[in-house]
């Protein structure tokens, strides 16, 4: 079965950096988008960064020029390179992964957690 699993959290002041890494297993990691949402307390998730089979990639604009996000398909892993952190950046970081079977269908990690002190 599909498993995504997340680390690199943790707490870090405003102004530092963090790299997120996600591991897909159960799937041909080469052929799925990749991408990382973030939930804060409160609010819906939402989209922070995209990487396509190609390698092109979208950002949400509030991360634009902060946040990188790449992936190594050889390590089956796909990776959020986070600086210039802000407090409004403090949220539960989920992976998502996007695998065809029959039809295209999301998968998601437990999340970790990023927080940012002012």
């Known amino acids: 079965q599909v498993q995504l699993v997340e680390s690199g959290g943790g707490l870090v002041q405003a102004g530092g950096s963090l790299r997120l890494s996600c591991v897909g297993s159960g799937y041909t990691f080469a052929f799925s988008p990749m991408g990382w949402y973030r939930q804060a307390p409160g609010k819906q998730r939402e989209l922070v960064a995209r990487i396509f089979i190609g390698g092109n990639t979208e950002y949400t604009d509030s991360v634009k020029d902060r946040f990188t996000i790449s992936r190594d398909n050889a390590k089956n892993t796909a990776y959020l390179q986070m600086n210039s952190l802000k407090p409004e950046d403090t949220a539960v970081y989920f992976c998502?992964?996007?695998?065809?079977?029959?039809?295209?269908?999301?998968?998601w990690g437990r999340g970790t957690q990023v927080t940012v002190s002012s």
């Open positions: 998502n992964a996007r695998v065809f079977r029959s039809s295209w269908d999301d998968y």
